[in-house]
């Protein structure tokens, strides 16, 4: 299990800081990092479906691929922005 930072933006940080640590297995797919991640942010667990998860600065675009958690420096959760 690796200890890993996970920033928050927009409507995603208004309830907790905008870096949480959460633990993950040392390899894992996309889609159980994000199961993951709003497991234990129960208080945007509403917005699971419609964020974006990006690791490194790239955006996760198969979420069935394994990830080595070693090679992660910082995974990003990204609410859809809106315009004014």
Partial sequence: MLEKNVLLFGSA???YDNVI??????V???????DIIFRDLDKISHLK???MLAINQEYVKDFDVEID???????AVL??????
Avoid at 21 to 26: L, S, Y
Avoid at 28 to 34: H, L
Avoid at 69 to 75: A, G, L
């Fill in 13 to 15: 940080r208004e309830p």
């Fill in 21 to 26: 640590k959460i633990v993950f297995p040392k």
């Fill in 28 to 34: 894992v797919k996309g889609k159980i990092i994000k």
């Fill in 49 to 51: 479906d419609c964020c």
């Fill in 69 to 75: 958690m070693d090679n992660v420096k910082e995974i």
């Fill in 79 to 84: 609410p859809p922005l809106s315009g004014g």
